[in-house]
RNA sequence: GCCGAGGUGGCGGAACCGGCAGACGCGCAGGUCUCAAAAACCUGUGAGGGCAACCUCAUGAGAGUUCGAUUCUCUCCCUCGGCACCA
C-alpha cells in the first residue's frame, strides 16, 4: 500500500496558496534571499529539464527560508519567440492566444510541483505591461548611444528568415534550427555591449560563486588579446595601412601584407589594372562564400597579389599586399603583417604563392616547440628546410638593433619603440561584439523608432509607449517583417515635424526580454518605472541563480551587461545581478537528450500521477548532482517510492505510542541522538554546497537508523529523530512531510518551522573502532574507548595478535596514531 | 590547436583537509509469507583464491612523493563541453 500522494499533495498545495505562504514581503533590516530560476519559454508542457531545474531551486528557496531569510522566489514566462510564430504559420491560430494558452497549461503543471512560488508576481514578457519597459530601455540607450542602427556584415538564418547575434550562431549555424548561417550587408539595430568590455571581463571577477567553466566561457568570449597596431604606409596612395598583431617581435620578419576580401583598400588597389576583372572575381567569390566554406578544415588558403605595396615603418622595406580569404574584416584591422617563419597560416599561404619566408625568431637550441628544424640545426636567414613555422619564444635575429634580445623582452621593448617613433600604437582587441537585437519576425517586442524624411530616425516619446504589436499580421513565414504589411502599424506622423512618415518594422530580440526580467519580479505591478528602485535596492542582487549551461553566454552575458547600463542611469546599485550561479545538467534517456523526435520523452505529468510530485522531486534529485548530467531511470524511482512509504509507516508506529521514557537514558537511546544529529548536519552542510543527493542518502540512512533503534522500544529520542527527519526532508518532500508533521499533532505548518540546529556536543561518539594498519594495509580492527592517548592506544595495538602475527618479530621502526580513526604500525 | 570539466562495481553514484574504496539507491541471487504471483520483509552482492580464519588484486595507463594515494606531482590515453584561419 502506498501513501495517499494525490490527496494530500492537492490538499496542501491549496492550502499553501490560501495562506500566501510564500508570498514575498520586504522586511528593511531582515536578512532577504532571492532565489531565481531561469523562467521558461511557454511552450505548452513542462519537461524532465524544467522538473529538475525548478525542482533543484524550490530545495533551496525552502530551505532559505526554514533558516527565517525573507524569501522572493517568483516564476513567469519568456513569452516571445519564434515557436508561436511558427505555429502561427503552420496552423494559422492567434500567437498571443497559442502562447497564453501554453502559459496556462504549464502554470498548472508547475504549480502541480509544488514549488514556493509567489505566484502573484508573475510576470509574461510578451505582454504590453511588460515589453513597454523594453522599449523605453531601448530608448533610454538610445539616448545615451548605446543603442544604434548601422549597415554592417550580419548573420542571417535562410530558414528562418531573420538575423541572429554573434551568440547565436553555434558552429557556423543558427542556434534554432542549425541551417548554415549567411554572411549579409544590412542596416540593423546594435546595443553597444562592447562599450562595457573592459567591465565586463573584469567583473567576472566577483563572480567566485560562480561554476569557473562558465566564467571561463565569457571571458573567452570577450576575448581580450593585447597587441600593437602598426601603421604601414601604402607606397602608391601614401595612405595608412594599420595591421593589427599581438607579436611585434616578428615585424623584422613581415615579407608581405594581407588584407580581407572585404577590406576597403583592395577594391582602390586595384581599380585599373590589367587584372583587375580577375582579382574582382576572386574578391567577390571570397566574399559571396559561406563563413563555413571558407574556415572549412582542409581547405586551402586563397589569395592573389593586388598588385599594390606596403611600406614597413620599421626598416622602409617595401612589400607586396595580397587579398585573402584567411584574414577577416571583423577582427583587427582587418588586415595583417604576414610573418611566415612564425606564423602557421602565414607559412602555408607563403608556401603556396613562393613568398619569401624570413626568420627572425631563432629557436632555442634544445627544444623547438614548433618547426623542428631537420637535424637540430638552427636556421639562420634561410629556412627553406622548414616544415612549419615555428611560433614559440627564441631569440631576435635579423632584427636590427634588437637582435640578441629574448623574444619576450623584444615583444615589449619592440612595442615601445614603435609607439615613440610613432610606426604604431598599442591596443587592445576584443572578439566581442556589438549586439544585433533586430529581428524580422513579428512576435516580439517592436522596436519603438520612426523613420521620417525630413527628421530622419526619430526615437517614439515616452509617453507614447508602449507600441503594441498589432493585433492582426500576415504571418506567412516568407520572410520580411511581417509588420511591415500592417498598414496602420506602419503609417504614422512623425513625432517631431507631424509629416508622414513609418515606423520600424522589425521587433526585438527576445533576449532583450530576460536581460532584466529578474529586476522586474522585485515589483512587478511598477508602472511609472521598469522596476522600482527602492524594491531592487532591497532583494537584488539574486542570491541564487539556477538555469541551464546553454545560457552561459547569451542570457548571462546580457543581463550584466543591462545590469551595468541600468546602474549607470542611477537605478540601480549594483555590478552584477547574479552572486551564485547554478548550472544544472541535462536529463538523458539511454545516453540522449529526451526529445519528441528521438521519441524518448517521459513525461512528468505521467510520473506524477502515478509516483506523486514528491516522489519524482526526490528522484530527480536523488540520481546524480545537480550539475552532473542525469540518466532517466524508470525503476530508480521504486526506491524513492519505498522510502517514502517507509517513513509513512515508521510515523504512524512513533505516533501511536506515547513518548515516554521505557528504559531512561540507555544508550541505545543516545546513539539514537547522536545519529540525529550527525544528520543534521550533514544534510545541513550538504545544502549549504549543493550536494543534493548526497542529502538524500543521508535522511535514508537516518530513517534506517530509526527503523533499527526503536525495535527496542519508541523513546523520546525516537520522537525527535522522526520530527529532525520530517524537518530535514520537508525542502524535498514537501507535501508529505508536511502532511505526517500535521499528524504527528504539530500545529505550525512544517514549511513555516526553523531549520533545526544540531548540538555538537551530541555528536562525540563513546567508543570508536580503530583501523589497525600494518605497513599501511588494514590488519585488524579495534574498539577502544574515545580519546585514548597514542602511547596507551600503541600499547593496545602492539598487543593485538593480528598485528603481532604481521610483524613477525621484529619491532615496529615507527607508530603513526591519527586519533579516532586510525593506527598503522611500520615494519 | 587552445581553454574547461571528467574517467571509481552490472547501473546511478559515495568517500572530510592524504587514513576501512564502493555510503545511499537501482538491479541481481537466495530465503520468509502465499495455492501461486505481485507487494512487503530478511540475507548476500567489486574480481580472484581458500573448507575456513583469511589472503591477493582493484578507482583510465604508467611513474613519483608518502608510513599510507580515488585524493598530491609528472607523463600519457580516452570521453564530454566551449572557442577557433582572432593575426
Known amino acids: 500500500m502506498s501513501y495517499p500522494f494525490a490527496e494530500i499533495e492537492k490538499k496542501w498545495q491549496r492550502r499553501w496558496e490560501e495562506a500566501g505562504v510564500f508570498r514575498a514581503t520586504a522586511e528593511p533590516g531582515a536578512k532577504k534571499f532571492y532565489l531565481l530560476e531561469m523562467f521558461p519559454y511557454p511552450s505548452g508542457r513542462i519537461h524532465m529539464g524544467h522538473v529538475r531545474n525548478y525542482t533543484i531551486g524550490d530545495v533551496l528557496a525552502r530551505y532559505r ?3 527565517g531569510c525573507r524569501l522572493l522566489h517568483p516564476m513567469g514566462f519568456d513569452a516571445f519567440g519564434q515557436p508561436a510564430e511558427n505555429a502561427a504559420i503552420k496552423k494559422g491560430v492567434d500567437p498571443a492566444e497559442w502562447t497564453m494558452d501554453c502559459v496556462r497549461q504549464m502554470r498548472v503543471e508547475l504549480k502541480r510541483l509544488g514549488i514556493s512560488y ?18 523605453w530601455i531601448f530608448l533610454k540607450m538610445f539616448e545615451k548611444g548605446l543603442a544604434y542602427r548601422a549597415k554592417a556584415p550580419v548573420n542571417w538564418c535562410p530558414s528562418c528568415q531573420t538575423t541572429l547575434a554573434n551568440e547565436e550562431v553555434v558552429q557556423e549555424g543558427c542556434w534554432r534550427c542549425h541551417t548554415p548561417v549567411e554572411p549579409k550587408q544590412l542596416e540593423q539595430w546594435f546595443l553597444k555591449i562592447t562599450a562595457y568590455s573592459e567591465e565586463l571581463l573584469e567583473d567576472l571577477k566577483q563572480l567566485a560563486d560562480w561554476p569557473e567553466r562558465v566564467v571561463t566561457m565569457q571571458r573567452n568570449w570577450i576575448g581580450r588579446s593585447e597587441g600593437v597596431e602598426i601603421w604601414f604606409t601604402v607606397k602608391e596612395t601614401g595612405e595608412r595601412l594599420p595591421v593589427f598583431t599581438t607579436r611585434p617581435d616578428t615585424i623584422f620578419g613581415a615579407t608581405y601584407v ?16 590589367p587584372e583587375e576583372t580577375k582579382i574582382r572575381a576572386f574578391i567577390q567569390q571570397a566574399i559571396r562564400q559561406s563563413k563555413q566554406d571558407r574556415t572549412a578544415e582542409g581547405v586551402k588558403k586563397e589569395g592573389v597579389f593586388t598588385g599594390g605595396y606596403a611600406v614597413n615603418p620599421v626598416n622602409g622595406e617595401t612589400i607586396p599586399i595580397w587579398v585573402a580569404d584567411y584574414v577577416l574584416m571583423e577582427y583587427g584591422t582587418g588586415a595583417i603583417m604576414a610573418v611566415p617563419a612564425h606564423d602557421q597560416r602565414d607559412f602555408l599561404f607563403a608556401r603556396e604563392h613562393q613568398l619569401p619566408i624570413r626568420v627572425v625568431i631563432q629557436p632555442p637550441q634544445e627544444k623547438t616547440q614548433r618547426g623542428q628544424t631537420p637535424e637540430g640545426q638552427t636556421p639562420a636567414g634561410n629556412s627553406l628546410n622548414w616544415k612549419e613555422a615555428f611560433e614559440g619564444e627564441g631569440a631576435q635575429i635579423n632584427s636590427a638593433q634588437f637582435d640578441g634580445l629574448p623574444s619576450v623582452e623584444g615583444k615589449s621593448k619592440i612595442a615601445a619603440w614603435m609607439e615613440e617613433k610613432e610606426m604604431g600604437k598599442r591596443v587592445v582587441q576584443w572578439r566581442l561584439r556589438d549586439w544585433l537585437i533586430s529581428r524580422q519576425r513579428y512576435w516580439g517586442t517592436p522596436i519603438p523608432m520612426i523613420y521620417c524624411g525630413v527628421c530622419g530616425v526619430v526615437p517614439v516619446p515616452e509617453n507614447q509607449l508602449p507600441v503594441t504589436l498589432p493585433p492582426k499580421a500576415p504571418i506567412t513565414g516568407e520572410g520580411g517583417s511581417p509588420l ?13 515635424c507631424r509629416k508622414p512618415a513609418r515606423r ?53 552575458l546580457y543581463s550584466r551587461f543591462f545590469t551595468k547600463f541600468l546602474r549607470d542611469q542611477g537605478l540601480l546599485k549594483l555590478d552584477e545581478p547574479f552572486s551564485r550561479l547554478l548550472t544544472q545538467g541535462m536529463v538523458l534517456k539511454d545516453g540522449e537528450v529526451m526529445s519528441k523526435s528521438r521519441g524518448n520523452v517521459v513525461d512528468p505529468d505521467g510520473v506524477i500521477a502515478r509516483s506523486g510530485a514528491d516522489a519524482l522531486r526526490m528522484f530527480i534529485l536523488f540520481a546524480a548532482p545537480p550539475e552532473d548530467q542525469l540518466e532517466w531511470n524508470d525503476n530508480a524511482i521504486e526506491g524513492i517510492n519505498r522510502f517514502l512509504n517507509k517513513v509513512w509507516d515508521l510515523v504512524e508506529n512513533v505516533a501511536a505510542v506515547r513518548p515516554e521514557p521505557i528504559e531512561g537514558r540507555t544508550d541505545r537511546e543516545s546513539e539514537l541522538r547522536r545519529l540525529t544529529h550527525a ?20 535522511l535514508m540512512e537516518l530513517r534506517n537508523a530509526i527503523e533499527k533503534n526503536i525495535a527496542g522500544g519508541i523513546s523520546p529520542a525516537a520522537r525527535e529523530a522522526m520530527e529532525a527527519l520530517l524537518q530535514l526532508l520537508s525542502p524535498f518532500a514537501p507535501h508529505f512531510s508536511e502532511e505526517l508533521w500535521e499528524r504527528l499533532g504539530q500545529k505550525q505548518w512544517l514549511c513555516r518551522s526553523r531549520w533545526p540546529v544540531y548540538d555538537a556536543n551530541l555528536l562525540a561518539q563513546k567508543e570508536v573502532t580503530l583501523i589497525i594498519q600494518v605497513n599501511g594495509k588494514v590488519r585488524s580492527r579495534l574498539t577502544v574507548p574515545a580519546g585514548l592517548s597514542a602511547d596507551e592506544l600503541k600499547k593496545k595495538v602492539l598487543a593485538d595478535p593480528a598485528v603481532t602475527r604481521w610483524l613477525d618479530g621484529k619491532t615496529p621502526r615507527d607508530v603513526i596514531v591519527v586519533p579516532n580513526r586510525l593506527v598503522n604500525v611500520v615494519a
Open 65 to 67: 527560508m526554514a533558516q
Open 504 to 556: 520600424e518594422t522589425d521587433t526585438m530580440a527576445t533576449f532583450f526580454d530576460s536581460s532584466w526580467y529578474c529586476l522586474r519580479f522585485c515589483a512587478p505591478k511598477e508602472t511609472r518605472l521598469p522596476f522600482d528602485p527602492k524594491e531592487t535596492a532591497y532583494w537584488m542582487p539574486v542570491d541564487q541563480y539556477i538555469g541551464g549551461i546553454e545560457h552561459a553566454i547569451l542570457h548571462l
Open 118 to 135: 509567489d505566484w502573484d508576481r508573475e510576470v509574461v514578457t510578451c505582454q504590453p505591461d511588460y515589453y513597454r519597459w523594453n522599449q
Open 679 to 698: 544528520a543534521i548536519k550533514r544534510v545541513t552542510d550538504d545544502l549549504e554546497s549543493f550536494k543534493l543527493n548526497t542529502a538524500i542518502s543521508a
Open 258 to 273: 594581407v588584407v580581407a576580401p572585404e577590406h576597403p583598400l583592395a577594391e582602390k588597389l586595384i581599380r585599373g589594372r
Open 484 to 496: 511591415a504589411k500592417v498598414k496602420e502599424f506602419v503609417d504614422v506622423p512623425c513625432p517631431r
